[in-house]
């Protein structure tokens, strides 16, 4: 499994259309970003981790391309951020569909009330997804910090 593959391919070994809403998010980060999804320097930095963090900060719209256009609208890039966040989401049923994130974009929809307070380290929960699989034999089990994080994250779908 690549740094840049879902986590539950490495347990199913399956793809999906939940897989490939992850695989837009990161491919929306990246562009956005300007960044690679793993960075390998001297420690490595996932994308997604490195924006919760700066959004944390209250410097979201900083994570965007330095390369990028001087006025690009920061709304429009804060949504793109938030989205691929939520489309590179650990658990596959916190991810949007694919209809809802074209729904998303459009502003047809407004993008469900996210805070990087609802965002554990992505890190954190790869790993807790993953220990709880191993647990249960492939069968995936959600803790309560896990499922609080989902309903957060899913705005009443």
């Given at each position: 499994m690549d740094d840049e593959s879902p986590p539950e391919i490495g347990h199913t070994g399956k793809a999906t259309p939940s897989?490939?809403?992850f695989a837009f998010g990161a491919f929306l980060l990246e562009v956005a970003c300007g960044r690679r999804p793993v960075e390998h320097g001297g420690s490595l930095v996932a994308l997604v981790d490195w924006v919760v963090e700066q959004w944390s900060e209250g410097l979201l719209v900083h994570a965007a391309d330095t390369r990028m256009p001087a006025g690009f609208d920061?709304?429009?890039?804060?949504?793109?951020?938030?989205?691929?966040l939520l489309c590179s989401h650990p658990?596959?049923?916190?991810?949007?569909?694919?209809?809802?994130?074209?729904q998303y974009l459009d502003?047809?929809?407004?993008?469900?009330?996210?805070?990087?307070?609802?965002?554990?380290?992505?890190a954190s929960l790869e790993?807790?997804?993953?220990?709880?699989?191993?647990?249960?034999?492939?069968?995936?089990?959600v803790s309560s910090v896990g499922t609080a994080v989902i309903s957060d994250l899913s705005g009443g779908r």
């Amino acid at each position: 499994m690549d740094d840049e593959s879902p986590p539950e391919i490495g347990h199913t070994g399956k793809a999906t259309p939940s897989t490939d809403v992850f695989a837009f998010g990161a491919f929306l980060l990246e562009v956005a970003c300007g960044r690679r999804p793993v960075e390998h320097g001297g420690s490595l930095v996932a994308l997604v981790d490195w924006v919760v963090e700066q959004w944390s900060e209250g410097l979201l719209v900083h994570a965007a391309d330095t390369r990028m256009p001087a006025g690009f609208d920061p709304d429009e890039v804060s949504l793109v951020l938030k989205l691929g966040l939520l489309c590179s989401h650990p658990f596959p049923n916190a991810r949007p569909t694919m209809r809802q994130v074209t729904q998303y974009l459009d502003g047809d929809v407004a993008l469900p009330d996210l805070s990087p307070a609802t965002y554990l380290s992505f890190a954190s929960l790869e790993r807790m997804y993953s220990r709880d699989l191993k647990q249960h034999n492939g069968t995936s089990c959600v803790s309560s910090v896990g499922t609080a994080v989902i309903s957060d994250l899913s705005g009443g779908r």
